[in-house]
């Protein structure tokens, strides 16, 4: 069930998902409101998924508008199922659309003004971070790979250790991404994630069957308290894109013939 705090806005035929708790400019996208057509229809953000480019700046263009933010100063995560975490300066702002793409990061954090990160999704839990006391922010994207290894907590204390966020403040509001009852496995996810993180992934997975379900929001989330962050401060947005297909690209739901969202965060 989708988060007390989470509001879904809608303006003409553009429509994203909200959360009160973020007192910034930010959006979680979804397949509404640009330009693209085909598997990518409409607000593909991703330059690798067989869109026009033509199509995916203009889709850009159009979600700076909608959040009014500088759409040259768009800095993107380079998505490899990894834990690097990376600080964007003001030499790094606009990586991955105005300027080349230097770094292979699944998280990248900011206490930049007016420079707008962004992660992508599509089933993947991508979670936006922000601290009110110091004013730093930051987008982590995790699959299963990204969060048995531990880079959400990381982003977190990455932002403590580089840009002073308070860990006590830190709010983390993690997206839309399929959820438990849909995102079905092997037993080699389960079996990795234990590997990683201990014995403590345990009561988030199910076993039905051969398969299994796993709740990587849940894992994030207990993994987030554990680093420091206040339970109060760490919201699971509750919305599954693979049971929302019609309004999300599910990576599953669509065998991966798609176009992707993103996550959006702005001081
Ligand atoms: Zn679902």
Not at 140 to 151: K, N, P, S, Y
Not at 184 to 210: S, Y
């Amino acid at each position: 069930m989708m988060h007390s705090s989470m509001c879904r806005v809608q303006r003409g035929s553009f429509v994203y998902y909200t959360c009160r708790r973020l007192p910034v400019r930010h959006a979680f996208t979804t397949k509404s409101g640009g330009v693209s057509t085909g598997a990518c229809e409409s607000l593909n953000l991703g330059f690798n998924r067989g869109d026009t480019e033509q199509n995916v700046r203009e889709n850009y263009r159009r979600l700076a508008e909608e959040l009014n933010v500088d759409g040259a100063r768009f800095t993107l995560t380079r998505q490899i199922h990894e834990a690097e975490v990376s600080v964007v300066r003001e030499s790094e702002a606009g990586m991955g659309l105005t300027r080349p793409m230097a770094w292979q990061s699944d998280a990248i954090v900011t206490a930049l003004p007016d420079t707008p990160l962004i992660g992508f999704y599509a089933d993947c839990v991508v979670t936006l971070l922000y601290d009110p006391a110091t004013h730093a922010a930051g987008v982590c994207h995790a699959g299963w790979r990204g969060m048995a290894a531990g880079i959400l907590p990381k982003t977190a204390h990455v932002m403590a250790e580089k840009l002073g966020a308070h860990r006590d403040s830190l709010i983390a509001v993690l997206g839309p991404s399929i959820r438990q009852e849909c995102f079905e496995t092997d037993a080699d996810v389960p079996q990795a994630m234990e590997r990683q993180l201990g014995a403590q992934v345990q009561p988030f997975i199910a076993e039905k069957g051969a398969k299994f379900h796993v709740d990587l929001q849940g894992i994030g989330a207990k993994l987030l308290r554990d680093a420091g962050l206040s339970p109060e401060n760490v919201i699971d947005s509750g919305i599954c894109t693979m049971c929302h297909a019609d309004t999300f690209w599910s990576h599953r739901a669509t065998h991966g013939v798609r176009g992707v969202q993103g996550a959006v965060i702005c001081l």
